[in-house]
């Protein structure tokens, strides 16, 4: 088994629209905060809602991704691995922060001011991206909007093949 894991999953919601820089490489560096909102009812009855921001930080086809498609509001699935960062600002002071290095985005809901609930794989996109190496490439997993293939609906009449 391996000896660590260093994995996170989140949902939630642009707080600005990303901010995209090429690098002298050519290298495509993506940037933008998603808040992810905790609710749940304290002792006394109220409704407490729990905010927390989170860094985000997208490379290469990612980060093209996120430039073309992302905008404040928007709705995403990020898993990435968690990246603990030190530098020294311009007073001098030693400042330490956390960011989520994404491996995978997937844009949930529509487009930023919609009331549709589309998604974006109308819009060309399809959907899912990974990053692998510096190519992103298209998720292919059925989402729960898909059709079910006639082969497995119920009542095929392939059920006398079935081993039980």
Not at 92 to 112: E, F, K
Not at 129 to 150: E, F, H, K, M, V
């Amino acid at each position: 088994m391996a000896g660590s894991v260093n994995k996170v999953i989140l949902i939630g919601n642009l707080g600005s629209d990303p901010e995209v820089r090429y690098l002298e490489s050519g290298s495509a560096v993506a940037k933008f905060n998603i808040a992810t909102t905790e609710t749940y009812t304290n002792k006394n009855g109220e409704r407490v809602d729990n905010t927390e921001w989170h860094r985000i930080e997208l490379w290469e086809g990612l980060a093209k991704v996120a430039e073309k498609y992302l905008k404040k509001g928007n709705q995403v699935y990020i898993e990435g691995r968690i990246r603990t960062d030190t530098w020294t600002d311009k007073e001098g002071q030693q400042r330490t922060g956390v960011t989520i290095r994404a491996n995978s985005m997937t844009l949930l809901g529509g487009p930023a001011g919609s009331n549709s609930g589309g998604d974006y794989n109308q819009g060309g996109n399809q959907g899912g991206y990974q990053q692998s190496g510096n190519t992103p490439r298209s998720n292919n997993a059925p989402r729960p909007s898909d059709p079910i293939p006639p082969s497995m609906a119920a009542g095929s009449g392939d059920d006398d093949d079935l081993p039980f």
